[in-house]
């Protein structure tokens, strides 16, 4: 897989296809952005698990931290990655010691170590890398269109809206409220 571009069609699809995601390198604090890619996605309908070791067994949003992905009693769809492109080599070993791995590998923006990547993908896994999955959730789904951000096109004329509550999704409102 080349990781310095993606086909919209496997970003979509992962963004799709993904339910529970395992976030290594969650905070408590609600002004880092591991914490408001956290909320964004639990706001989304996925099923969040929290991993950092220094906050095992507290609540973060709601949600019980865990010290690592063993730990997690669920099967994982996806590990999002908050930590340092060096420490990826480790996630990974980490990863590929469960015996129920997850499917995806997913990285934040500025996290991208190729050895690792291509270790990951040996074993079946998808990677992602260098992309936030909140960002892409709104280039897919039409949220950031709305702003004019995503759409190559500035206007001012806003989005036709219908009667009820507006909340766009990638996945079909049933498939979320079969999830919840």
Not at 47 to 70: C, E, F, H, I, M
Not at 84 to 100: F, N, T
Request: charged share 25%; aromatic share 6%; with cysteine.
């Amino acid at each position: 897989m080349d990781h310095d571009t993606y086909p919209e069609s496997y970003i979509s699809r992962i963004l799709r296809s993904v339910k529970t995601i395992a976030l290594i390198g969650a905070s408590g604090r609600d002004v880092r952005p591991s914490n408001i890619v956290m909320k964004y996605l639990l706001a989304k309908g996925y099923d969040v698990y929290p991993v950092n070791p220094g906050l095992a067994g507290k609540q973060v949003l709601g949600r019980t931290v865990y010290a690592s992905l063993a730990d997690i009693p669920v099967h994982i769809d996806m590990v999002d990655v908050f930590r340092g492109s060096d420490a990826l080599p480790g996630i990974v070993d980490e990863i590929l010691a469960l015996d129920d791995r997850p499917d995806v590998l997913w990285t934040q923006l500025t996290v991208r170590n190729d050895e690792a990547a291509r270790k990951a993908e040996a074993a079946g896994i998808e990677v992602v890398m260098n992309r936030c999955p909140k960002i892409e959730y709104g280039r897919h789904s039409g949220e950031i269109k709305w702003n004019g951000v995503n759409s190559r096109m500035i206007s001012s004329k806003k989005p036709l809206m219908q009667k009820g509550y507006q909340a766009l999704g990638i996945r079909p409102q049933r498939d979320r409220a079969q999830d919840g």
